[in-house]
């Protein structure tokens, strides 16, 4: 390696100057690095590798690294570095897995020097040694960190982390020998360069892999990673473990962290995806950024500062093909369009208002601060800048408190553990939790379960007391009389043929049957009884109507005077033999399609007749069956439960559909189902319902319901015999090469569903151990063991 015409020293910060500004690349850059002295930037990717001078108005192109007419994967850099001491070394992580140093002293086109080819995997990191002129570090995505002495053609020491890729690796800036290393797995490994054999100390940083970590340039022990989980943690490495003193919450994965120099708590961080803008963070404030460039398309792969000694100049290299000299001065400043006012609900209702101080009226004396108003931090001894200081942004917050017991959710968890969703048949079911509903204080959703009852029961199945067991108990305990069929009554019935009835008897309100209710529906074959029929009736006859003031009631004293009654002479003239239930005599069913109004088996009307010559006309059997479909009623359903669903009662609206069934489900699209039953699922299991929650997901249809019982379940097989794990890929143990799962009772290999006790691990085909199990408790291979299949 040819000697280096100067060393460079470090400039004052004065020294530097310039403006915002950025040049087009011919490709996307991987990395940037920078001088010692700050008038040169090395960019380089896969397609990429040159040198630019920084001037004062603009990027020029100095010096093309990638020559020859076929450049080799050796030119395909994952990252760069410049040394900070030899203003003409750099070195570059290929992605074939050579490390290669470039020596910019050559008098040759091609500046290459040496060329390390140990590592079997792409290099993701090279790091020179920042007092060592000839000392460089690598870390391979192979998992091993190499250490090279630039005077020699091979490595001299290998570190392997015992773990997946490295991600980076970082000489301490304070400390000679002390490196760091991030991995893949989460972990942070420290070494003593001198020491290959074993890390100083290793802890775990990050859930994921972690991408970055930097050396703070004046604090000695802090370090700060960045990983996956979008987090930046700053640790204390001067204890005896690695402590946690601050941590940044970002927006998205954290590619790359450099600590701003001069400026003890600022750093900057670019994500690796998703976020293309550059933050620059005050770890002591984490949740807003100190300041952001936002001037990048694409994702940015590379930042550093352009001066060890000037924080206000950033340089960063984009996907995007853009090289980038950002201003300090000219950074967005987050915290000036922060809004000071703000609402919040709490879980049991609370509300929580922000607003500024000036729009809410409070005492004169108030201060923002105790001790006094402080508009900057205690630890500042000289008159701060205040471009390098967050805007004072103050809001008073006023917490308005709502009764607690407005807003119990005890409700919730009983109608949850009380409801019924099957195994009774569905009037049941609908009644059960109707009542359940009614007991709790909720009369919409117990009236709603009732009306789902009536709209959706098989009327040829009634569970509750149907229509002449309401009008007995409103009647008293009248005796039912012979019936009559509707036929017979002619159209004179409205007229001259009425019913008489005494003048001096009082009309019984009890026996007041209305309209509204009850009709007769000509293409009914069977007379049958409707739920919920109590209430108004209208009873139509031939081609007349009978007047409310025709239907009558006899005094509960006369009740047992008579206990048969004829028909009213000046009516009809009986002709057939009355009987319980009588079927319609032949000359009356060729006669049956006469009459529009009377269905096919017409329905019986008893006739009672009181003392004095009035008669009542009461009803024996149902006269009818509902002649709306189940279907009608399933765009209403449909809209009542988006309406439960909306006022935030995901449970009744999941309850009705797995009550409902079949007969709602197709009417609502399975997107919606899914999130009712997720919104529904997860209100239970913050409640700790265990049992409902599984109980709602086996009762549900949506595919991606019901695999959640089984998501992140693992089955573990070992062998019987030999107790290793199982490769799942047959019934042969590979080790042992005995059968794995042998029934206890026929010593078959058991194919199919297995079961065992927990206790011998002895089992075998289900049927078998249960039938076993029936006659003896001992278990069937003999071990001893008193099994029990539950």
Not at 501 to 521: F, M, T, V, Y
Not at 654 to 674: A, F, H, M, N, P
């Amino acid at each position: 390696m040819e000697k280096m015409s100067r060393v460079t020293t470090a400039h004052s910060s004065s020294a530097i100057s310039g403006r915002t500004m950025f040049c087009h690349l011919d490709a996307p850059a991987n990395a940037i690095s920078v001088c010692r002295d700050a008038t040169q930037v090395v960019v380089a990717g896969r397609n990429i590798f040159k040198i630019y001078a920084l001037e004062e108005e603009q990027f020029v192109e100095k010096l093309n690294l990638r020559v020859g007419r076929k450049p080799s994967l050796n030119f395909s850099c994952a990252d760069v570095m410049w040394h900070q001491m030899e203003e003409n070394l750099l070195a570059t992580a290929a992605t074939n897995g050579a490390v290669v140093t470039w020596n910019l002293g050559k008098p040759s086109r091609n500046k290459q020097d040496q060329l390390f080819t140990e590592h079997k995997r792409t290099v993701n990191k090279v790091c020179f040694h920042p007092t060592d002129v000839y000392m460089l570090l690598s870390g391979s995505q192979d998992g091993f960190m190499k250490c090279f002495d630039l005077r020699k053609k091979e490595s001299v020491s290998t570190f392997s982390g015992q773990s997946e890729s490295v991600r980076d690796v970082q000489f301490s800036i304070k400390d000679y020998f002390t490196f760091a290393a991030t991995f893949e797995n989460g972990n942070v490994q420290v070494w003593d360069i001198r020491r290959p054999d074993r890390y100083e100390r290793m802890f775990t940083a990050h859930t994921g892999p972690v991408f970055c970590c930097d050396w703070h340039p004046d604090d000695r022990g802090w370090l700060a990673t960045g990983g996956r989980d979008k987090m930046v943690k700053v640790w204390d490495m001067t204890t005896n473990r690695a402590k946690e003193i601050y941590c940044v919450q970002t927006i998205a994965s954290v590619a790359r962290v450099k600590w701003r120099p001069e400026k003890k708590f600022h750093l900057a961080t670019c994500s690796m995806m998703v976020d293309h803008n550059i933050y620059v963070w005050d770890v002591r404030r984490p949740f807003i950024p100190f300041a952001t460039f936002e001037e990048h398309k694409d994702v940015t792969t590379g930042i550093v500062w352009r001066h060890q000694h000037d924080p206000h100049f950033l340089l960063s290299g984009s996907k995007d093909s853009t090289l980038y000299q950002h201003m300090f001065k000219d950074a967005t400043r987050p915290v000036d369009k922060a809004n000071p006012e703000g609402l919040c609900f709490g879980l049991f209702g609370d509300l929580a208002f922000a607003a500024k101080e000036s729009l809410i009226s409070s005492d004169a004396n108030r201060k923002p601060y105790p001790g006094g108003d402080r508009r900057y931090p205690i630890f500042f001894f000289k008159k701060p800048d205040p471009t390098e200081q967050f805007a004072h942004v103050s809001s008073a917050l006023s917490v308005f408190e709502t009764d607690l017991d407005s807003n119990r959710m005890d409700w919730f968890v009983k109608t949850a553990q009380l409801y019924l969703l099957c195994g009774k048949p569905f009037a049941e079911l609908c009644d059960h939790n109707a009542k359940v509903a009614r007991e709790l204080k909720r009369p919409q959703v117990s009236t709603t379960w009732t009306m789902l009852r009536i709209m959706f029961s098989d009327p040829a199945n009634p569970t509750t007391p149907g229509l002449n067991h309401s009008l007995s108990n409103k009647l008293g305990t009248l005796p039912l009389m012979n019936s009559f069929s509707m036929k017979e009554m002619g159209p004179g019935m409205g007229t001259e043929s009425r019913l008489e009835r005494s003048k001096g008897e009082s009309r019984q309100d009890n026996a007041h049957l209305e309209p509204g209710i009850l009709h007769i529906s000509n293409n009914n074959e069977e007379n049958e009884e409707t739920e919920g029929s109590e209430g108004q009736a209208e009873y139509m006859f031939g081609d007349a109507e009978l007047d409310d003031d025709d239907l009558y009631s006899m005094e509960h004293e006369n009740q047992t005077e008579e206990q048969e009654c004829t028909l009213p002479q000046e009516a009809f003239q009986l002709r057939h033999e009355i009987m319980d239930n009588p079927s319609a005599p032949e000359h009356l069913q060729q006669d049956k399609a006469d009459s529009p109004h009377v269905s096919g088996n017409e329905a019986e009307v008893t006739c009672l007749t009181p003392i004095e010559s009035f008669s009542l006309i009461s009803i024996s059997q149902p006269l009818f069956s509902p002649h709306l479909p189940a279907s009608f009623f399933c765009p209403i359903v449909r809209e009542m439960l988006s309406y439960y669903a909306e006022q935030g009662d995901v449970q009744m609206a999941v309850s009705v559909l797995i009550v409902l069934g079949d007969r709602i489900r197709k009417e609502i699209d399975d997107l919606t189902q899914e999130h009712w039953y997720m919104s529904y699922i997860d209100l239970l299991q913050r409640f700790e319902l265990w049992n409902v929650s599984n109980e709602v997901i086996k009762l549900s249809t949506c595919s991606a319901i019901t695999c959640l019982n089984q998501a992140s379940t693992t089955l573990h097989i070992n062998c019987s015999n030999c107790k290793r794990p199982m490769s799942n890929k047959g019934w042969i143990c590979d080790r042992c090469h005995q059968c794995a799962s042998v029934c206890a009772v026929c010593h078959h290999v058991v194919k199919g569903l297995f079961v065992w006790c927990q206790g011998c691990s002895h089992g075998g085909h289900l049927e078998h151990i249960m039938n076993w199990l029936k006659s003896s408790a001992h278990c069937p291979a003999g071990c001893g063991h008193l099994c029990e299949y539950t």
